[in-house]
């Protein structure tokens, strides 16, 4: 945090009078310190500040009780106050040049957090609200939205709507470093005319999984269907052998006012994953049609007329997805009979009448099932790179890492449940996750340039870690103890219990450290 000037960068945006004995910058670091940690409510900060080394985590001359919940609850006010949004992009954005990480494609999902309090008066800074949560915890919920940065919004908000929105505020960070052409990633619910229309204005292409009821879709995925469809050949993009394989096809088309590539994609791994669910609804779907089958062809009708439209109706009610049905009429003969005994040389009357007859064959419905389509307003050449059905996959895959990030957020070691009274605080207290977020993931992300298949770390337990995560690298630090000697003078030196370990030195050494982090 301090390579990344974590505390200058908000002091620059937030300032405070002389007469607090802190800064929100301060006051900020301390609290993503407490999260990284194992958070702690506001109003055992100061508790957990006292047992830590605050002259060497932050300046020499803080004291604890400074960081008490009634200080740090003015400190989250002053962020409010001050667009806690604009101090939040404004770090990201230096972070992102900071670090030399490419601005070339910023993929975007949301997930919700459960709130604990009554929140019944509306707020205009955040709208906390009931309603169905995706974690399933709690009935209140906010929400975060994640793309290269990310956002804190109303617990309501459809991901519809937040997908042109966070488009516009993307494309206005985006401008202020110049940067045009940008891609952006985002599951199903970017798939709206919105948000293609932002994009555009953004001057920004998209790249996002297209529904199956739309009616572009059902035909890229009928032409898929077709014996002599131009399949690629298959790829994998990890080097197992256990690895998924992929294969596809491309089309045209047009949507909403808008020219779109369609990628048509098979996936093994999605074969294998739905394979007993399908099997299981086949073979339930087969004694379904079977059973109808038996009822329709068990009745005869006298008009050719009548069993048309009791033919058409069959295929209107058994609708399938794993069989294909062809039903036929056949005209089928009776014979009149008549009571008593029928006289010498009578011929009997022959009626005709007409039967149903259903043939039930097993469909492609496995191989389908394994289908799914992309969409994108990407050009075949962007960047100096050919935007082939390999690399436009590549590139949703990347998907993955906001799904990672949400686990950070999720996770109650970190984040914890939010018990706050204002809904500006909570908004606020929902950024400084974010922003602890982005400390953990360069943090991960320096370590991981440094350990490789042929050196991995080796982690606590003697687990063997090829990319440790950054929660995997604090367990290795957990038990390391400085001992402060307050000396006669007032001076204070420190010293080890016990020395650094390899591994820990090889952290410290991946950061650019030393011992003299601990030790002053």
Known sequence: MNDLGLRRKIDELVPVGRQCRTSVGEAIQLLVLDMLSGRNALMNVDKWAAEQDLDQLLHPGLQASWFNDDALGHHLDRLYEADIHQVYSAFQLHVYQHERIPMRVFHGDTTSMSVYGAYTKPSKALQIVEGYSRDRRGAKQIQFGLIGNGDVHDGNTSDKTWNPDVLEKIHAQCAAVKLTDFLYVAYSAAMSKATLDAAKGAGAYLLTRAPNHLKIVKAALASADAPDAPWSEKVSFVSSKEGATYRWLATEAKYEGHSLTLIVVESSALDKKKEHTLIRERASECERL???????????????????????????????????????????????????????GEVPSVDTVYVLEVAITPDEARRRASHFVLATTLPSEWRGETMVGAAVLGLYKGQIHIEMNFSFLKDPVYTDEIYLKKPERVKVLGYLFLLALTVYRVFQRRIRQHITEQSPMHGSGGRILRKPTAAAIFQIF??????????????????????LTKEEKRVLSSLGLDESVYLG
Do not use: W
Request: charged share 35%; net charge positive; hydrophobic share 30%.
């Open 478 to 499: 957990k038990y390391r103890k400085v001992v402060v000697f307050r000396l006669p003078d007032s001076t204070r030196t420190r010293q080890f219990i016990r020395p």
């Open 290 to 344: 079977t059973k109808a089958a038996k009822e329709a062809t068990q009745t005869p009708f006298h008009c050719l007329d009548n069993a048309e439209q009791a033919a058409e109706a069959f295929r209107g009610e058994s609708l399938s997805r794993f069989h294909r049905m062809e039903v036929t009429i056949r005209p089928q003969e009776i014979t009149r009979k008549k009571r008593g005994r029928p006289k010498q």
